[in-house]
């Protein structure tokens, strides 16, 4: 799926200076809108156990720049 990948990509600008992930940095070439597989990743969420509030708050829109992990770039762990 693509879901996965968009999640990937979020974690990566997490961890970066910049931790915001532009539109195009989101769609990377799954060919679809950014606003789109946002929507898809939160609804997984959802359906994973979170609450709507819960998937919005994990997933941060920055206005007229793109989206962001809600949460702090110290708080993420990535075993290999």
Known sequence: RQIFPVFERLLEKAQSRDQVASSSHVEGTTGREAKDLIRELRAA?????????????LIKNV???????????????IDN
């Open 63 to 77: 206005r007229n720049r793109g989206y962001r992990l809600g949460v702090p770039a110290e708080g993420i762990v």
């Open 45 to 57: 969420f959802v359906a994973a156990g979170f609450a709507k509030a819960e998937a919005e708050a």
